[in-house]
């Protein structure tokens, strides 16, 4: 039983071409495998050649329009206007009038 086992392993993992023969499910393997070959490598040097520098571009795009808009912030800033229906408390918070994830430079 024992070395039944340990053939049938070793036929599956060590599987040549001789062995494909005898066996239809490894020749189909075999055979689906030579005819992805192409179109693999296909997808491939289009991640690599296309997508990669797509994604590079789109990094350059965000971060130029990013800084664009830091910019124009730094030289108009959003006025704060106190609605009467906003920070209403009934008590106030243990660590200070504001919320405490509250950020000056970047909450008002």
Known sequence: MASRIASAAKG???ASTAAAESNPWLAERIARKEHAG???????????FVCAPAIVAATANAYRLYAEHQEHMAHHPPE???YPYMRLRARAF???DDSLFFNPAVNM
């Open 12 to 14: 599956i993992r060590f």
């Open 38 to 48: 192409p179109s693999t490598e296909t997808w491939r040097k289009i991640s690599i």
């Open 80 to 82: 704060f206007v106190k």
């Open 94 to 96: 243990p660590w200070g």
